[in-house]
């Protein structure tokens, strides 16, 4: 294989390894993007014909408030996925820094917030960093690793708070009220979310800290013989993985009333649906930040669209999974026809 | 994708790695059950057929729910107080059907005395109390009931028709008499639940009083807190026009009640159900809800103790008639289908929710 700049191995279906890419992959990728957005953007409207209470000022700030955690957990998991590697522990970092912070607030109820934010984002940043140290270190797959931290942390959540629960009363009001007031519209955890997002995007597709993530899950050995400081890079994405769950984890207390020891079990699933459904490729090397926070706002829609809708909620598991068999089809289809494409190219050229 | 060159140093790193990762995960599932001594220097009290090195196992529907912890804690004392040499207290983490099996398998096979347990599902864990029973174990079940040919006595709050019936005289009063409401429930198949939901809508079908009041839709929260904050979302979204929710179940009502205080729905759509004061006072206290209900937790813990050393000691089977003496709580007759009541329930409001603190 040639060695691509890596500014161009970006975003190609790399677990193929890929070369460098032509003019065509600008509406190649929006194809790939298009979906997600196509469905959420139909899903809202045919729920509003149905039911005109589901864009009432009310039901749209319920929307947001319901996809800001999943749209920052799913996000700094694409980070992890486009590195070839997977990140199963945000559920209960996300527990472990949401039960902090109320310990936080019941102990010392004058701490100031932003302070608290900080706080918890450092905790979430130590413990995404244990995950990117085993994994970078051991050299053990990323998925056995968290697998055992998404245990290991759930654990200490459970020694650690027990039968005790923090609820929203313990809290200071104005906490709380960063899930209910609204500042251009939009809830501030939300608005929080967001700019988060869109500079983690800037950041994945600008910064050269970030195409590297990129090249490192198309072809980790090319990266390596590039120059690429892969352990590092692989390091970094974990860490700041770990601080998108641990900010996830403060807005959880903020918004949900009871933080405990099983608070936030099971996420890690939907958080990776979210991201597969938002068009990142599973083995790495595609995919964007935007992307998987668009599947996030659109796993959060369908539930309370279904609910809206009076749809049996059962239905709602259903409905998931198509969506992610979609996502990884249409993945599928769109990587072999790129590869078509290539050898066509190269055919000619002979 | 991992199959590059990989020197010994590494293997050795990566091996290491995966044991820690393995034991620290191990340790973190073994977490789940306590062991406390109790006090065996007491047991001699109870008489002299009395049992003096029994061991008491109590499996609660989840480990970790506040709800279940005060039920627990008057049950240790009460197991202490009855003469239990030994009480253990194991369960799952979850609330989920099959989870509470490993555990009644275990303590089988570490020959408990007496299980008290708050079944899931009343059928899933009836082979295990099965074996358990032939090891020689009486099975009380509390809270939640088993199948009743699984167990020996089973312990109510509550008469399950009062609980219901206060549910929805709270709810009529707080709608005045009429307009659209809703459950918003546990499990969907949570035996105590469904009983009392089964009560509600015969009492609404059946009551003249409440011919206004309809019943629009039965939501599942799975007890937990995220779920069902949006279940309650949902209804309000679904049915514009909703006056009430019922939640008789402790994480549902306090996640209902932050919920409609955090949106524009506060004092406009009225909640009730069964809460923990302490979990409900905020929101008593800034008008969200004026009323709930609720039974003592600790005293059905204390109860069903007393009842599983009745059934050690072998003073009552089970049988309809028998009776028993609960400590402090006075006797207790055993009533026809094994069932022991414990109280009436209690309903909390602004004037009177200081005075608890559960």
Not at chain 1, 313 to 339: C, E, M, N, P, Y
Not at chain 2, 21 to 31: K, N, Q, R, V
Not at chain 2, 36 to 46: K, L, Q
Not at chain 2, 208 to 217: H, Q, R, S
Request: glycine share 10%.
């Amino acid at each position: 294989m040639s060695s691509p700049s890596h500014g161009t191995l970006n975003r190609a279906p790399a677990s193929k390894g890929l070369g460098p890419h032509t003019s065509g992959l600008g509406a190649f990728l929006k194809l790939r993007e298009l979906p997600v957005t196509v469905a959420l953007v139909a899903l809202v409207i045919i729920t509003t014909i149905a039911n005109p209470l589901f864009l009432s000022p009310q039901g749209m700030k319920d929307l947001m408030l319901n996809a800001t955690i999943m749209m920052l957990l799913a996000a700094g998991q694409t980070m992890v996925i486009v590195t070839r590697n997977i990140d199963l522990s945000v559920g209960s970092i996300l527990g472990l820094v949401a039960f902090g912070t109320g310990t936080i607030f019941s102990s010392m109820p004058n701490m100031p917030i932003p302070l608290v934010l900080l706080i918890g984002i450092a905790f979430g940043a130590v413990l995404g960093a244990f995950n990117g140290l085993l994994t970078v270190w051991a050299k053990v797959p990323s998925l056995v690793i968290t697998l055992g931290t998404l245990y290991v942390f759930r654990g200490l959540n459970n020694a650690w708070a027990g039968p005790k629960q923090h609820f929203a009363g313990d809290r200071p009001e104005a906490f709380g009220n960063l899930s209910v007031d609204t500042v251009l519209g939009m809830p501030i955890i939300t608005l929080l979310a967001v700019i988060v997002v869109i500079i983690l995007a800037i950041f994945m597709s600008g910064a050269r800290q970030g195409r590297d993530l990129y090249a490192i899950g198309s072809d980790p050995e090319a990266a390596k013989l590039f120059g690429i400081n892969v352990s590092r890079r692989v390091f970094t994405a974990f860490l700041i993985n770990g601080s998108l769950a641990g900010l996830a984890g403060v807005l959880y207390a903020s918004r949900f009333n009871a933080v405990g020891a099983t608070t936030g079990s099971g996420l890690e699933l939907d958080v990776v649906a979210a991201a597969v459904v938002g068009g990142v490729a599973i083995f790495g090397g595609s995919g964007t930040v935007i992307g998987a926070a668009i599947g996030a706002i659109l796993l959060n829609t369908i539930t309370s669209s279904l609910t809206a809708l009076r749809v049996d909620k059962f239905w709602q598991q259903a409905i998931v999974g198509v969506l992610i068999i979609t996502a990884i089809l249409i993945d599928r289809l769109a990587s072999l026809r790129h590869a078509k494409n290539l050898r066509e190219k190269e055919g000619r050229n002979v | 994708m991992f199959t590059q060159r990989v020197s010994p140093t590494r293997r050795f790193g990566t091996l290491t790695a995966s044991l820690a990762i393995a034991a620290l995960a191990l340790t973190a599932c073994a977490g789940g059950g306590t062991t406390e001594p109790g006090a065996s220097g007491s047991a001699g009290a109870s008489g002299g057929a009395a049992k003096t090195d029994a061991t008491i196992t109590f499996i609660p529907k989840q480990l970790n729910n506040p709800y279940t912890d005060v039920v627990l804690g008057g049950g240790k004392e009460g197991a202490k107080a009855a003469g239990f040499a030994t009480t253990n207290v194991v369960g799952p983490l979850e609330a989920s059907a099959s989870s509470q099996v490993t555990f009644i398998n275990a303590e089988t096979q570490a020959g408990t005395n007496a299980i008290v347990i708050a079944a899931n599902d009343p059928d899933a864990v009836c082979s295990a109390l099965a074996e358990a029973r032939t090891a020689g174990a009486k099975i009380v079940a509390f809270d939640s009931d088993t199948n009743p040919d699984c167990r020996d006595v089973f312990i109510s709050q509550v008469v399950a028709k009062d609980v219901a019936l206060i549910q929805t005289k709270l709810i009529a009063q707080q709608i005045g008499g009429k307009g659209e409401i809703a459950i918003l429930s546990a499990t969907a198949n949570a035996t105590n639940q469904n009983e009392w939901i089964k009560f509600m809508e015969e009492d609404l079908a059946s009551n003249p009083e409440y011919k206004d009041i309809k019943l629009v839709a039965k939501v599942y929260g799975d007890d937990d807190d995220a779920k069902s904050f949006q279940e309650a979302q949902g209804l309000l979204q679904a049915h514009p026009n909703l006056k009430g929710i019922i939640s008789p179940t402790t994480v549902g009502i306090a996640a209902t009640a932050r919920y409609l205080s955090t949106s524009e729905y506060k004092g406009k759509v009225a909640l009730t159900g069964l809460g923990l004061p302490n979990e409900m006072r905020s929101f008593v206290k800034d008008g969200t809800v004026t009323e709930f209900a609720l039974w003592d937790p600790a005293q059905l813990g204390e109860v069903s103790a007393y009842a599983a050393k009745a059934l050690v000691d072998g003073t009552i089977t089970g049988k309809a008639g028998d009776k028993f003496t609960a400590g402090a709580l006075g006797e207790r007759t055993v009533e026809d289908g094994g069932l022991v009541i414990v109280g009436p329930p209690t309903v909390f409001n602004k004037e009177n929710i200081d005075k608890y603190d559960f």
